[in-house]
């Protein structure tokens, strides 16, 4: 069969190779084929969710990737879908390492706190009531299917554990990446991003990804960490500790700033429980201890945290552009 590439793998292994298959193989099969024969090319092929695929012409769904077979005479062609460089097509892929393996933890900590969803009311009093379409950027496991209760959503989220749940909330939701939206331009009337856009290494592109599928006079929102305070200062450092964020809050407000939209803060009053049993996402406690396993790292941040104020200022900034004036 025949395998064409786009992007890097072109580069390293040329723009197509031949593959020889003398019976229907799954797919999975034949790429771990290509990785004995190419060894340099692992990393890239690692993880298939991050490429679009189309198997003789027709493009596959990401979730059914499993299930696929090809056969000998069969055209493949790989494209990437996860936007930016080799840096952050890695951090990327650990970001969706860790909110596969979020997903229990993570609905445990909103059944019991709703924050998630008490930011999502925070970003619905920033858009028009007659909004129909919205676009729901790294939907996690759907908490906006909770508060938006007249327009149609559709989620997208690199994480395709966190999609499984999200798919029984929303309307439709995608496997991919923020970065790169698979939609026309102007297919939606408003875009957001709960708690996700510092999540996105390359959050630039996100947004104005964003911009550029929502209608004209359209909005894109989100919300976005700014830290943890007691009498203003900030008490995750005051322990030793630095919460890691691959887009950082002061390039989310230079990017807001340059498509002049509005950046406002938001507090909430937390516990000391509130903060360790956050952190006890895989996904949160990463940000603290990266590289370390996942046991370990919630282990060691509930204990580090135990030595937090009883009470604190859980501060998030809330961000809204509308598409007017410019184009994308």
Same mark, same amino acid.
């Given at each position: 069969?025949?395998?064409?590439?786009?992007?890097?793998?072109?580069?390293?292994?040329?723009?197509?190779?031949?593959?020889?298959?003398?019976?229907?193989?799954?797919?999975?099969?034949?790429?771990?084929?290509?990785?004995?024969?190419?060894?340099?090319?692992?990393?890239?092929?690692?993880?298939?969710?991050?490429?679009?695929?189309?198997?003789?012409?027709?493009?596959?769904?990401?979730?059914?990737?499993?299930?696929? +077979?090809?056969?000998?005479?069969?055209?493949?062609?790989?494209?990437?879908?996860?936007?930016?460089?080799?840096?952050?097509?890695?951090?990327?892929?650990?970001?969706?390492?860790?909110?596969?393996?979020?997903?229990?933890?993570?609905?445990?900590?909103? +059944?019991?706190?709703?924050?998630?969803?008490?930011?999502?009311?925070?970003?619905?009093?920033?858009?028009?009531?007659?909004?129909?379409?919205?676009?729901?950027?790294?939907?996690?496991?759907?908490?906006?299917?909770?508060?938006?209760?007249?327009?149609?959503?559709?989620?997208?989220?690199?994480?395709?554990?966190?999609?499984?749940?999200?798919?029984?909330?929303?309307?439709?939701?995608?496997?991919?990446?923020?970065?790169?939206?698979?939609?026309?331009?102007?297919?939606?009337?408003?875009?957001?991003?709960?708690?996700?856009?510092?999540?996105?290494?390359?959050?630039?592109?996100?947004?104005?990804?964003?911009?550029?599928?929502?209608?004209?006079?359209?909005?894109?929102?989100?919300?976005?960490?700014?830290?943890?305070?007691?009498?203003?200062?900030?008490?995750?450092?005051?322990?030793?500790?630095?919460?890691?964020?691959?887009?950082?809050?002061?390039?989310?407000?230079?990017?807001?700033?340059?498509?002049?939209?509005?950046?406002?803060?938001?507090?909430?009053?937390?516990?000391?429980?509130?903060?360790?049993?956050?952190?006890?996402?895989?996904?949160?406690?990463?940000?603290?201890?990266?590289?370390?396993?996942?046991?370990?790292?919630?282990?060691?941040?509930?204990?580090?945290?135990?030595?937090?104020?009883?009470?604190?200022?859980?501060?998030?900034?809330?961000?809204?552009?509308?598409?007017?004036?410019?184009?994308?």
């Amino acid at each position: 069969m025949i395998i064409r590439f786009v992007g890097p793998l072109a580069t390293k292994l040329g723009k197509e190779i031949q593959v020889k298959i003398e019976k229907e193989v799954p797919l999975r099969e034949v790429i771990e084929r290509v990785v004995r024969l190419y060894p340099q090319a692992e990393d890239e092929l690692s993880d298939l969710s991050f490429y679009s695929i189309s198997l003789n012409g027709e493009l596959l769904k990401k979730d059914e990737l499993e299930e696929i +077979r090809v056969k000998d005479g069969d055209v493949l062609i790989l494209i990437p879908a996860i936007a930016g460089g080799g840096r952050e097509s890695r951090i990327k892929l650990v970001i969706k390492k860790n909110f596969d393996m979020s997903t229990s933890t993570y609905e445990d900590f909103e +059944r019991k706190y709703g924050f998630f969803g008490q930011l999502a009311l925070k970003m619905k009093e920033k858009i028009d009531d007659e909004v129909r379409m919205i676009l729901d950027i790294g939907c996690g496991t759907g908490v906006l299917g909770g508060v938006f209760d007249g327009p149609t959503i559709v989620g997208i989220d690199i994480s395709p554990d966190m999609v499984r749940v999200a798919r029984k909330r929303l309307h439709d939701v995608l496997i991919g990446d923020g970065s790169r939206l698979p939609f026309r331009d102007g297919s939606f009337d408003a875009a957001v991003f709960n708690a996700v856009i510092f999540l996105i290494p390359d959050g630039g592109n996100a947004i104005r990804e964003s911009l550029r599928v929502v209608k004209d006079k359209g909005k894109v929102v989100g919300t976005y960490l700014v830290g943890l305070f007691e009498n203003g200062k900030e008490v995750i450092e005051r322990l030793g500790l630095r919460h890691r964020l691959p887009f950082p809050r002061d390039r989310v407000e230079e990017v807001v700033n340059e498509f002049e939209g509005i950046c406002e803060k938001i507090t909430f009053s937390v516990t000391k429980e509130f903060v360790r049993d956050f952190y006890s996402i895989p996904a949160m406690s990463n940000a603290l201890f990266p590289k370390m396993e996942p046991e370990k790292r919630i282990e060691l941040a509930r204990q580090k945290l135990s030595d937090l104020p009883d009470e604190m200022d859980f501060v998030w900034g809330i961000f809204s552009i509308s598409k007017v004036n410019f184009t994308i």
